[in-house]
């Protein structure tokens, strides 16, 4: 029997690399629903080929004239209405931003399993999304690499006799860089990511290390461990995805070439593993694995997300609707790099943290961020 499968966010970089594990695959999986926020002809193209029951533009409130077999829903809502009408048996969720967390937590009220890239689903709601999943017994399959390697370090093992999580970090394209040179970054050099080649928002989050922050809240909530027992590490070639250390002082690692469709295909065929002709790692030819301690003055949005997973309650969410904004601005060029996480810091300062939310608590945090954010930006002179 094929997997039925949803792919939320299919036009970006992880839904791609999906439909491309979908090709390799053809045999395992029927793609019943795909969706894009903006690149409708891209969308088209892979409506034409893998032709679903359902698709969804969510950037447009109307049907732009689209003549289709596929029945098309659009807007913010489309996402859940997609999850609404068909019948599936795991949802992919590859859509960028606080914009994935009611997918994922409708698919999991609906008892589905998640195939997750969109790691903010957990850092804003992370108590709430776990819940969700071991009430109505479903599971939470991480694409993210680090998570991935976690999660296969830790198959066959109690997750009670975990130490320590060691994730590792490529630390970006300003690892080495001074104060002075990150005060003066431009978008076009923030943009070109060493190892990998991502979506402009977590490629930028990768350069202020603000990824490297929600995958921490990220396994926070997978692995259910505490803040402290989670330890990020420098490691440029990003060969060893991260690690885990065992209550024996056993420490396990998953190693692989940087190439996201490795875990993507993991998480989609899970619980079995299937063969791949992707790029395979050659010891032959590897040279140095290094490894170095983070700096937190000069990556501030690390330290901020560790802070803020500290405090938890609405803290998460804020630090990342306000982070999602900041980038933007950054992007659009209407603040420099380092105040991304100095306007984060700011709103974060003037938050009212509400423990224990609920969903409309965390949204309505969520909308409050957004807002405080775009006024300090147009205060800053850029
Ligand atoms: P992209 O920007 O490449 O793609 C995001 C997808 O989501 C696109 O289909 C996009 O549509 C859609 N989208 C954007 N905004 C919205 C919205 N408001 N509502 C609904 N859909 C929207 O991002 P990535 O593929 O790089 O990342 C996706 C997720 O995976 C992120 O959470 C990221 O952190 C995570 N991730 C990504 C990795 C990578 O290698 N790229 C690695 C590990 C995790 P459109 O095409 O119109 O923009
Ligand atoms: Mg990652």
Redesign the pocket.
């Known amino acids: 029997m094929k997997k039925r499968i949803i792919i ?8 791609t ?1 999906c439909l491309d594990i979908v090709k390799r695959l053809p045999e395992k999986f029927e793609v019943v629903a795909l ?6 002809d ?2 088209k193209n892979q409506v034409k080929e893998f032709k679903p029951a359902m698709a969804a533009i ?2 447009v409130d109307s049907d732009p004239g689209i003549s289709s077999d596929t029945r098309y829903f659009y807007g ?1 809502d489309a ?1 859940v209405q997609i999850l609404e009408e068909n019948d599936y048996d795991l949802l992919i ?5 606080a ?2 967390f009611l997918p994922t937590l409708k698919a999991l009220e609906q008892g589905k399993n998640v195939a997750l ?4 689903t957990l850092v804003v709601g992370g108590e709430i999304i776990t819940r969700i999943a071991k009430e109505n017994n479903c599971s939470i399959w991480p ?3 680090e998570h991935s390697a976690i999660f296969q370090c830790l198959m066959g093992e109690e997750y009670s006799n975990i130490d320590k999580i060691i994730l590792t970090a490529s630390g970006g394209p300003f690892r080495a860089s001074t104060m002075e040179e990150l005060e003066k970054v431009t978008v076009e050099q923030a943009l070109k990511h060493p190892n ?8 930028i ?1 990768s350069a202020t290390m603000m ?1 490297k922050g ?1 995958e921490v809240i990220e396994a926070r909530w997978l692995f259910d461990v505490t803040a402290s027992q989670i330890e990020v590490v420098i490691h440029p070639q990003s060969i060893i995805h991260s690690m885990v250390e065992f209550c024996d002082g056993s420490i396990k690692a998953q190693l692989g070439v940087p190439d ?1 469709r490795i875990p993507i295909q993991l998480a989609m065929t899970f619980p079995d593993r299937f063969p791949s002709d992707l790029p395979r790692l050659d010891f032959k030819t590897l040279k140095n694995l290094t490894f170095e301690q983070p700096d937190l003055k000069k990556f501030k949005a690390l330290k901020l997300a560790f802070e803020s997973l500290e405090t938890q309650g609405t803290a998460p969410a804020v630090l990342n609707a306000s982070n999602e904004i900041a980038v933007a601005l950054f992007l659009h060029k209407k603040i420099k790099f380092l105040d991304i996480a100095n306007i984060v810091e700011n709103v974060l300062n003037d938050h009212q943290v509400v423990k224990n939310p609920q969903v409309k608590d965390l949204l309505y945090a969520d909308e409050w961020a957004r807002k405080k954010t775009s006024e300090y930006g147009s205060k800053v002179d850029c």
């Open positions: 939320l966010g299919s036009t970006g970089s992880i839904g690399n969706t894009t926020n903006s690149r409708v891209l969308l969510t950037g913010k996402l969720n590859a859509v960028v931003g914009a994935g890239a969109n790691k903010e694409i993210d690499s990998w080649n991502m979506g402009h928002k977590i490629t989050d990824n929600l996201m």
